[in-house]
């Protein structure tokens, strides 16, 4: 059951290095996003989209690009990395963008910006 | 807009013992969705329940159960006779209007110990 995969697990970056966090899904969900995790503020949404060549932002975008050229795949983009943006990245898909699906998560990536 | 209080922080009972974590939102819709995850040790997130604004039934499933009460806006969550594979940071979250964007809390700490 491969689900939600998302590569890398860890990174470490220097301030204004790009990199891009893969995240793919076999279960053929229209909805993706992706959130970040940070101490004392549990997960907050970054974007999201709801099905391939659509997306959109969440609640803290800034920083990050994002693309949707397949159902499967959904990366997400730092540019020009920076500290604040050292955390724990979750990638997301449920099988429509409706309220009552249930939403699946990725097993999380750690990024380290120095 | 939308929030989600867990002010339990983080909680240490001894193995065996009962525990609930409390879970407070606030939303002015009135079709939304709640939902529980667990985080264990290793980082991912687990899904645990999904509950709809109209269905204020109780809820168990073997150890676990839920206490959904519209009227004091709470969804709580109680594990009956811990374990120490319950030790986890538990999430409650809220996902109204269109789309699957959930709202988190900030997370329960859950330690359970011999």
């Known amino acids: 059951n491969a689900g939600v995969t998302q590569t890398p697990k860890f990174q470490v970056l220097k301030t204004g290095q790009s990199m891009t966090l893969q995240c793919a899904q076999d279960m053929n969900h229209e909805y993706m996003s992706w959130y970040r995790q940070d101490p004392g503020m549990g997960l907050r949404l970054i974007h999201y989209?709801?099905?391939?060549?659509?997306?959109d932002q969440g609640e803290v975008p800034n920083g990050y690009n994002v693309s949707r050229s397949t159902t499967e795949d959904f990366p997400l983009r730092l540019l020009s990395a920076a500290p604040s943006q050292t955390s724990v990245y979750f990638c997301a898909s449920s099988y429509s963008p409706g309220p009552g699906n249930t939403i699946y998560f990725g097993e999380g990536s750690w990024l380290t910006v120095v | 807009a939308q929030k989600v209080t867990q002010a339990q922080t983080e909680i240490s009972v001894v193995e065996k013992e009962d525990v609930t974590l409390d879970c407070v939102y606030e939303t002015r819709d009135t079709t939304y969705y709640l939902f529980w995850y667990k985080q264990p040790p290793s980082g991912e997130l687990v899904f645990l329940i999904r509950r709809n604004s109209f269905d204020e039934q109780n809820e168990i499933s073997g150890r676990y159960s839920w206490n959904f009460q519209k009227s004091t806006s709470s969804f709580n969550f109680t594990i009956t006779a811990s374990q120490v594979v319950d030790s986890a940071v538990y999430f409650c979250?809220?996902?109204?209007?269109?789309?699957?964007?959930?709202?988190f809390g900030t997370g329960t700490r859950l330690q359970v110990t011999l």
């Open positions: 989209s709801v099905g391939a060549g659509i997306t």
């Open positions: 979250a809220l996902n109204t209007g269109t789309a699957s964007k959930l709202t």
